[in-house]
């Protein structure tokens, strides 16, 4: 897993060039292109809130996603010693999504953040699925496959047809793949208008991909471009370097596969 | 009380009103008609010039534009111009430029080559006529050969952009060589009007040359400089009064540089243009809060300006005229015909490099000020002056009624759709397991019916509505046909999950693959007053073109095919027995009625179709002597479809009225 592949997919969707990007946040081309392709280690945390910046993302989704929050967290807890005691006392009681969403209230009424205060939270991805989008364990010989039946899932709630779907979806995969590692693809088309919803399918047995890793989960979001789609998809890419293949894999019921996904963002 | 008029500032107050006003209503007209508001502008310029105004009223034209009170305008049309093609250098696409000079910079050199060509040999007659001995030849014809060449830009990625062209391949042709065209003729035009100043070309290279260097050194020395100012302004939240006032002196600097080497002075503020970053919204900034002004007050007034030195009537005889045609349409040839070529060298079909043609015969605004430009140095006489403004004005004019006989409207469909043809050969047929009848039976079957050469894909559906336990099992059935097939020589494509709803889910599969036919195994023909299966009955009532339903008892090979054929119109049912008898070699028998089913002998299979408007030929069983029977379901409405009709016995029997 590395996050390179959902820095790009984040890249494109805000619409910067590989130099834009990297000229903004003062890096070389030649650095974020080997960032993108997983060659080079994923950015440090100060640098992913510069692209969180950039792309109008909340930096601690970006931070996340990229699993870099043990180093940052080290880093804190080496200059602040006293705070160990305050994580070591939240994981022994083991606190659950929802436990620890209050928590988080507390903190953000106690402590607000000085700049982005006004960011209302990331979107999730359940509350846009819902069972008749959510295909248990398909099995099927390529991606176009599943993009093919989240396209026919889809097509109720967006009023079109399922084949014109199918061609914008296909269009978009040719253009740039969806995989954003762990197993997950996350496939987006950008609609002029309409509702936002998300398609998601798990695969199994999971699908080869070229380059050794196999797809597992496939989530299509169909939405406007906007910021909040690009923190949707910077969401989801957190939520598949968390396991989210692991947590869903195995569930042959949409309804417990909705329900997962709803536990697994409480906290977002 | 006295006229506003009098004042050289009321005066100069109401000649805008007046300019811009009447831009803006010839606008309406020009959109209505579909034509670029560039046309409106410059027929505005030509209406209150000489031509027009000062022909019908003369002494309205002397109040309103006194010939004494144009220098104010001069100066306007020329700051306008400065800041116009500082835009134009800001608006260029310089990484897409260099990206196009590395791979085709040949081929978009054509574009330029040939009207340049042709204009240069046009020169040789109009010499003669239109010059005077005090202008040089080789500059005349340099100048006539530009202003054949020169391509209106920014129109020209508007109109693209309108049609939604720009993302195509045509779109990006077109742009691409418009830009290389337009920089070369540029910096070849800087050359020709130094060389006009100074008088000898050795002085007009050199001047170039220096102006070139000094191009490289703003690039070097500047572009870090606006690059981090850029970063600024994208961080620090937009452009301030100051920073906009250092660029706007900046432009100033760069023209008033190149106009005391002796070049112009747009040419420095239009390189300056260039040179500014594209990255950090620094560009963008710029344009936005400098188009406003300079598109919609200042540059009407060049237009105007040039109107009121274009004079028709000096086209006051039959050879003028025809002069004039000659112009146009050796200009549109070279034009249309160059960028033709070069768009076919790119590699377009013969339509869409026609239609890019067309496109870089669109001249507008820019060879509005080369032709000014050579009217000022005394190059061009004003007769030819009023020959290119009518020739400029007509080749845009006429991009859109030539665009359209060019380029049908469906082009930019054809060209989304694309991927949907790529994707599927032949329309795919979906084979639903499971089936009572058994993979072999399917497989059989599915490569009985796959056509000789234009095979479509297949896909083995398998929808599990047991969830985790059927799983295992359905797996096995999906690679047993998977295994069958396989033998036959057909690749099934695996399709399986876990379907609440797998009626739905085959109709919704069958719509989103394009698939023509859906097989659907059964495990009898449903009895007397017996309900269908609900899968089935989703099935049947979808729309999809053709559902088979296959009950097999054993059918290992296809050797004998009966067809129970009743009514004419089923000669598509027959084209199907055909299609199987083809692929298997199997021997096929018309039967007329149900009825003689029993006594045709031993079938291995048996197609029939079934209407289910109330008559049905479908034996209710499979008929005593075949393996398999293949029924093929026709007929509407799909609602009626409520189950298959019962029929009096468990024998064959027929009620096919005949």
Redesign the interface.
Known sequence: MHVGASLKLLRMDAGL?L??LA??I?VSSAYLSRVEHGIDPPPTAERLAAIA?ELDLPPALLVDAASRVSPFLNHYLETVPGASALFLEIARRRLNGHQLLRVHELIAQEFPLPEPARRAPPPGLAPLLS?ERV????????L??AL??A???L?PALETS??Q???EL??AE?RASSHVGAGVAVARLHRASGPAVAAL?TLSPPLAMGGGAALRVVVVLVSERSPSALALLAHVSRLAAHGLADAIATL???AWIVGRITELEMLR | MSSPLDTPAGLLLVQLAVILGLSRLLGVFARRLRQPLVVAEIAAGVLLGPSVLGALAPTAAEALFPTGALATLHSISQLALVLFMFLVGLRLDTGQLARTARTSLFVSQAGMIVPFALGACLAWWLYGELSTPEVPFVLFALFVGLTMSITALPVLAKLLGDRHLLDTRLGAVAVASAAVDDVAAWCLLAIVVSFARAGELGTAVGTSALALALGVAAFVALRPALARLGRRISTGGGMTEGMMAGVLVLVLCAGLLTESLGIHALFGSFVLGTVFPREGGLARALADRLEDLTMVLLLPVFFAYSGLRTDVALLHDGRAWLMCGAVLVIGSIGKIGGGALAARLAGLPPRQAATVGVLLNMRGAMHLVVINMGLDLGVLSPTLFAILVIVGLTTTALTDPLLRWASPSDITLRARASPATERTAAPPAILCVPGPTGAPAMALLAHALGGSDDDGALYGLKLDRDRRTAAEEVEDELEQLIDHAAALGHSVRPLSFVSTDPGADICRTADVKGAELVLVGATHVPEQGQLIDPVLLDVLRSPIETVGVLVARQLAEIDRVLVLHTAPEEDDLLALAKRIAERTGAALRLVDAASELALAGPADLVVSAVDTEGRTRLTTTLPPKASALLARMTGSPRESRGSLQPSGDATPCTSAPR
């Open positions: 060039s130099r834009d000229r903004r003062g910046r069972e295909v248990p364990r398909l099995r099927c010989a390529e176009g496959d093919d039946l396209a026919a899932r097509a399922a084949t779907l199918a061609v296909h269009a040719q399918l042959d019921d949409p």
